[in-house]
């Protein structure tokens, strides 16, 4: 059975970089064709995609937000990490992580809900 | 950066059927396959439709997918009041970054 959980912190002040970590069961990183990614949605908004690693460490960035992510994956952990450098308000957002094989993003973590406020 | 553009919202009774469409261009979906995705009022997105037209084991087969040139379009047939969610379609752009669409609240009347 394949879970992901987001986990980092609720509340960030701008400026500040956002860490959050992926943990997840049932699937390896290390396998051909798998990938894990980052997907956010601000409250009332559309889903935004930002990040994703594969099992090779290939790495694919939102280009809107390319200067500002880092996403680096642990396989010996089972974690994939997604920093967001400089955050602001507009950061505001849950932020999900998500198993990817192939063209198919078929799991999904629960989401969790960041807010960027002074 | 692509954006894949949708109606804000669809309606229908029950039972009958609904089509979304999702617009793209040649850099994303004239040149990628789409994926579909249903998102129930606080839940996380849930694939329905990946490489066009493939349904996940357990999808009903309500819920089909079809693409032509730089467009794509979900249709939800024998509407029932649980398909009240928003739909997103997405899409590899140029396989480098991949795209939502706008998304498509549907409303059961």
């Known amino acids: 059975q394949i879970t992901l959980k987001e986990s980092g912190p609720t509340l960030v002040k701008p400026t500040q970089t956002l860490t959050l970590t992926c943990t997840f069961s049932g699937f390896s990183l290390t396998t051909t064709g798998v990938g894990v990614g980052w997907i956010r949605q601000p409250p009332g908004k559309a889903l935004e995609w930002l990040a994703l690693?594969?099992?090779?460490?290939?790495?694919r960035y939102s280009p809107s937000l390319k200067s500002r992510l880092t996403i680096t994956k642990d396989t010996s952990k089972n974690q994939v990490v997604l920093t967001l450098t400089n955050v602001d308000p507009v950061d505001t957002a849950t932020y999900y992580c998500a198993h990817r094989l192939g063209t198919r993003q078929d799991y999904w973590g629960q989401g969790t809900l960041v807010t960027v406020s002074s | 950066q692509s954006v894949l553009t949708q109606p804000p919202s669809a309606s229908g009774t029950p039972g009958q059927r609904v089509t979304i469409s999702c617009s793209g261009s040649?850099?994303?979906?004239?040149?990628?396959?789409v994926s579909w995705y249903q998102q129930l009022p606080g839940t996380a997105p849930k694939v329905l439709i990946y490489?066009?037209?493939q349904r996940p084991s357990g999808v009903p087969d309500r819920f089909s997918g079809s693409k032509s040139g730089t467009s794509a379009s979900l249709a939800i047939s024998g509407l029932q009041s649980e398909d009240e969610a928003d739909y997103y379609c997405a899409a590899w752009y140029h396989s480098l970054a991949y795209v939502f669409g706008t998304g498509t609240k549907v409303t059961v009347l």
């Open positions: 690693v594969y099992w090779d460490d290939d790495k």
């Open positions: 490489n066009n037209y």
């Open positions: 040649s850099s994303d979906i004239g040149s990628n396959t």
